[in-house]
């Protein structure tokens, strides 16, 4: 017998500073279809079903229960799929829909797996046996470097997809930003921080340089990191909500603990960072953590907003990869765009190849298949445009885009922002 | 609707079997438009290659499967909706530039090329497409053709069929046409336009493009009434400038547009103009002072040249938001597009407003000041049924309203399922059935998305009659005479083409006069049968000029019928003609968007009087003389599938002749 499924038409959807009910938002399409062109899968196959106001009018057909969704499971799956949550489409779009949150939305509430399960231990792993983790990170990058994925066909399997993505994706094997910090001796925590720092996931284990980069930015000597802390990112995207509420909580009674309300707490990750400014909508249902989360969005900074542009020193076609895996307003970057134009001066192109957003994050592990086919597309545009230098606003999208970049052979190289102190060095 | 085992079979067999779905939630979701029109199709065929339409089409053909066109589904008239079930064919994935020609100027393309993406690759090799639909974004160029939608430079540059070259086109039957503007016989690609895709399927187009001009100069004005910013708009037109755009907007849209893209729009006048001034620097430097002499001749409150791209940026800012603006006060919202000749727009718009408050609906106002065309739209929760029944109670007065003014319920987004019923509002009984005659000679058995354009039982709710010139009657009786004894006709004009003594022939000589010169519209109506001569030197009276060719002998029925002076075919924008049967038909109006019904003016171009005989034609003027081409001899008799088809429908008996028949 077919599980049925329910879809609360009241429950909540968020998207910048607006909460709203999942009927109005999805009501709220005027199907203009404004947001066509501005979605990736769509660009890769347009139908119907892989274009933002398909998912939109699916929701909405689900709602006013012209089609039950037990009896299309496949077609919801995949259609959901499709969706590489960047949020481009609610840029587009006149009536601000965040559609990639109800995707998420209709994905949890009828229990459909969007990540395969072994990523999902692999990644709460992270929080409950941080050692293990570790430990699990140095034996995956053990088995990378001695060529044994192939050897147990875990790359195969199409679980374990994602590993061979992270495989092929990652750079070399390196120590993580924690032990990096204790070999130069630098100090992890201090009372009366200048500046609290949450690393992302890949400056902590994947590139540990990232931090130390971006502890270079800060330029101080009181900064309290962060190490081993969820910001709830993950669970909000692919896990539970209520999961997902503690974390965040937990962070920000570590950051009030630290910091006394007053202290900026920097990131290196855009997706980290436009999640933490959506802390107020996360708790929109509770009022009390709601104010609290309003003093501690307002404490986040991006990493670029402490770089200090030097004058016309990018001397090639640099271009800014602006792709998030959450939607934020574009006026939100215009200050690392500022950065970029001072430094690059004329050489700065506008990024229309961003038409194909690097899928960031989770993103990546929960639909590589989708990735792949929209990194190709991409780094067909970047060679279209002969951009030489790329600057992305997250360590996974530098990884994602120079592996392709390195496997279609272009000599374009993709780098964090905070390489770009590299350019005053 | 059923579709058997054996054609889908077939259909596996020719797109794959994943481009091909029958899933009920693929269905709904290939159901709607940008319209409130929501219509189930029973099947939804993905098309990878163009090389699939033919075989496709024609298995549709033989199933007598109807077939409804569908790529980007952005149009607001219901124009892709399966009313009436059958297959929508998605031809979204047929999205190639195949090659562009800059010395030939030209482009060729698949059919849905987003307008956008054609805009950007040419931008770099110094081209610009001239129509510019709001959409353009997203919408697809073979959905312009079909809509008919040409956007804010049309005034200038003219609609989306003047900027189509040649269509490779596949009728419902699955027979491929390859229709070009320069082949003798009717301009089928024009008639194409605005056809909704009820005729036929598009699968190959070439599209003129033309050199980007080297300076563009935005200007924002407003004026304390709206009848000082059009008549502005009529002096401008009259000095000989004819800006690239004239975009309008009244007081109350300016405040809800103001209030939410923060622009920095005077909120104070009652009209806002933004006007564009392109082409070299020494043009634009001439023609700003006369610009602003009539703006402030025309009282205007503020005159404002931008003085930058970041100035020119502000200034469409507002603009480009006013669609942004009104989504964000409700979740539904519905647009028209009704035109009207451009001296009645500030009474049309005067009405308009009194209708919105009479209805008790809110609704922006913008208006395309250049060409009368006019976009209304009203925000509303489609969840209240009392709400949604005013809104559209509004919208089909407002259309009326256009009618009422000389004008036309469809400027450039077609008519669709939506405006259908209206369309009998419109035109009369003849006419009407002559769009009946069209779809039912390239679509004898109704698939290709049927339901669209043509009201139900038209001939009890048609508009009436209307036509009183005696001389114009006359003919009338005589064709009615002839078409009762079965007697053919040789229509003839001044004897430049057709010279005969035969007792067939049919002579317009005596419909020779001069109707009407309007120079506020500057248009001008004058009866087929009247020497080009003896029109120009009235033209010449009135200081105004036409694109003719002032060599040319004939009548200006002949110039039509014959084709040879294609440059004038842009030109007609309103046509009468008597049908072979006595029927008059009377098509579009002193306005120069039209995306009401088939273009009727494009059918009667080139149809060497066999159609039926031409007693009537409005044209534009111009305040300087338009650049001369050159005049072609008269071409070879049409012998197209496509002319014999229309000639068989309209003039089954053959009583329209083009010769004499020899014994």
């Known amino acids: ?425 | 609707m059923h579709i058997s085992k054996h054609t889908l079979k077939q259909l596996h067999k020719l797109l794959g079997k994943e481009n091909v779905s029958t899933d009920e939630a693929v269905l709904l979701l290939n159901g709607y438009d940008c319209s409130q029109s929501r219509h189930r199709p029973d099947i939804v065929l993905t098309f990878t290659s163009v090389d699939q339409l033919v075989p496709v089409i024609s298995l549709l053909g033989r199933a007598k499967i109807p077939f409804i066109p569908r790529a980007s589904a952005t149009n607001h008239a219901g124009s892709c909706s399966a009313v009436h079930g059958g297959a929508v064919l998605n031809l979204a994935p047929l999205n190639h530039i195949l090659s562009i020609d800059t010395d030939q100027k030209t482009a060729e393309l698949q059919p849905c090329v987003i307008t956008g993406d054609l805009q950007k690759k040419i931008k770099s090799l110094g081209f610009f497409y001239a129509p510019d639909p709001a959409s353009e974004a997203v919408c697809t160029l073979s959905g312009n053709l079909a809509q008919n939608a040409s956007g804010a430079r049309c005034m200038k540059y003219g609609n989306t069929a003047d900027h189509t070259l040649a269509v490779d086109f596949i009728t419902p039957d699955g027979t491929e046409h390859f229709l070009h503007r320069k082949q003798s016989g009717p301009d089928w690609v024009g008639l194409l336009g605005g056809s909704e895709g009820t005729l036929g399927i598009i699968k190959q187009m070439t599209v003129n493009i033309l050199p980007s001009p080297k300076h563009i100069k935005t200007f924002l004005t407003t004026f304390p009434s709206l009848q000082q910013a059009i008549q502005a708009v009529t002096d401008l037109v009259a000095e000989g400038i004819i800006p690239r755009c004239i975009e309008a907007m009244d007081q109350i849209t300016t405040q809800a547009v103001e209030s939410f893209s923060h622009a920095g729009y005077p909120t104070e006048a009652q009209a806002l103009l933004i006007l564009e001034l392109d082409g070299n620097l020494k043009t634009i430097q001439e023609q700003t002072p006369i610009l602003e002499g009539i703006c402030r001749k025309n009282q205007c409150q503020t005159f404002t040249a931008a003085k930058n791209q970041q100035e020119q940026e502000k200034i469409w800012k507002g603009r480009k938001a006013a669609y942004s603006a009104m989504v964000s006060l409700a979740p539904d919202i519905a647009v028209g597009d009704g035109t009207v000749p451009r001296s009645a727009l500030p009474q049309a718009l005067k009405k308009v407003r009194e209708i919105i408050d009479k209805y008790g609906v809110t609704a922006s106002l913008l208006f395309h000041a250049g060409d009368g065309n006019f976009h209304p739209q009203i925000v509303f929760d489609a969840r209240q049924s009392e709400q949604t029944q005013r809104v559209h109670k509004a919208l089909q007065e407002i259309l009326k309203t256009c009618v009422d003014f000389g004008g036309t319920i469809s400027g450039e987004h077609g008519i669709g399922v939506q405006k259908r019923a209206l369309m009998a509002y419109q035109y009369d009984e003849a006419t009407l059935s002559l769009f009946q005659k069209i779809k039912q000679a390239f679509d004898p058995f109704n698939l290709s998305n049927p339901g669209k354009i043509i009201p139900l039982k038209f001939a009890e709710k048609a508009r009436p009659f209307q036509e009183e010139n005696k001389k114009v009657l006359l003919v009338r009786e005589e064709i009615k005479k002839r078409f009762s004894s079965k007697q053919p006709s040789l229509i003839c004009g001044c004897g430049t083409q057709v010279h005969t003594k035969s007792t067939h022939a049919l002579s317009v000589q005596n419909l020779d006069e001069v109707l009407e010169i309007d120079k506020q519209n500057f248009t001008v109506t004058a009866q087929a049968g009247i020497k080009i001569k003896t029109l120009l030197q009235a033209l010449k009276k009135e200081n105004v000029f036409a694109q003719f060719p002032s060599q040319y002998a004939g009548s200006l029925g002949g110039l039509i019928a014959g084709k040879i002076y294609p440059a004038f075919t842009n030109q007609i924008i309103a046509i009468q003609a008597i049908l072979p049967n006595g029927d008059i038909i009377n098509y579009g109006g002193k306005f120069t968007k039209n995306a009401a019904g088939y273009n009727l003016c494009r059918l009667f171009t080139g149809s060497m009087g066999q159609f039926g005989l031409i007693t009537k034609v409005t044209f534009k003027i111009y305040a300087a003389q338009p650049k001369q081409e050159i005049l072609k001899g008269f071409p070879p008799f049409p012998t197209d599938e496509l002319f014999k088809r229309v000639k068989k429908e309209i003039d089954p008996d053959g009583l329209f002749i083009i010769e004499e028949k020899k014994n």
């Open chain 1, 1 to 425: 017998m077919k599980k049925k499924f329910y879809l609360n038409p009241a429950s909540f959807v968020s998207s910048m500073g607006k909460v709203q009910s999942l009927q109005n938002s999805v009501m709220r399409c005027t199907r203009c279809n404004s947001c066509l062109q501005s979605c990736p899968s769509y660009l890769l196959k347009p139908e119907e079903t892989s274009s933002p106001r398909g998912r939109v009018q699916l929701l909405r057909l689900i709602l006013e229960g012209k089609i039950k969704p037990e009896n299309h499971t496949e077609l919801i799956q995949k259609t959901l799929e499709g969706c590489l949550l960047c949020g481009k489409c609610s840029l587009a779009c006149a009536g601000d829909i965040p559609v990639a949150q109800q995707v998420l939305c209709l994905s949890k509430e009828m229990g459909l797996n969007t990540v395969s399960s072994s990523f999902k231990f692999f990644w709460r792993a992270k929080e409950v046996f941080p050692k293990f983790f570790d430990f699990f990170i140095r034996f995956i990058q053990f088995l990378r470097h001695w060529k044994m994925f192939a050897v147990f066909g875990i790359s195969k399997k199409s679980s374990f997809y994602w590993v061979r993505f992270a495989h092929r994706t990652l750079p070399a094997p390196k120590r993580s930003l924690k032990a990096t910090l204790k070999k130069m001796a630098l100090p992890l925590s201090c009372q009366k921080p200048d500046f609290i720092y949450l690393p992302s996931l890949e400056a902590c284990y994947i590139e540990p340089e990232i931090g130390q980069k971006t502890l270079q930015i800060l330029g101080s000597q009181k900064i309290h990191v962060l190490f081993q802390t969820s910001c709830g990112l993950f669970e909000y995207l692919y896990g539970e909500h209520a999961r997902c509420l503690t974390q965040a909580k937990n962070l920000l009674t570590r950051w009030e603990k630290i910091s006394n309300k007053k202290v900026p707490l920097v990131t290196d990750s855009w997706e980290v960072f436009a999640f933490l400014k959506n802390y107020p909508t996360l708790f929109a249902s509770l009022p009390n953590w709601q104010k609290r989360a309003d003093t501690f969005s307002s404490h986040i900074h991006f990493i670029s907003d402490y770089i200090k542009p030097k004058r016309s020193t990018l001397k090639v076609k640099t271009a800014m990869d602006y792709s998030s895996l959450l939607f934020l307003p574009l006026e939100n970057i215009s200050f690392t765009r500022r950065i970029l134009k001072t430094q690059a001066g004329k050489n700065l192109l506008e990024c229309d190849y961003s038409r194909f957003p690097t899928a960031l994050g989770g993103a990546v592990f929960a639909r590589p298949l989708q990735t792949e086919k929209v990194l190709l597309e991409q780094v067909n545009d970047i060679a279209q445009q002969q951009i030489e230098q790329i600057y992305c606003l997250s360590g996974w999208a530098a990884f994602m885009l120079s592996a392709t970049l390195k496997q279609q052979k272009l000599t374009t190289q993709a780098q964090h922002i905070v390489f770009l102190q590299d350019q005053h060095d």
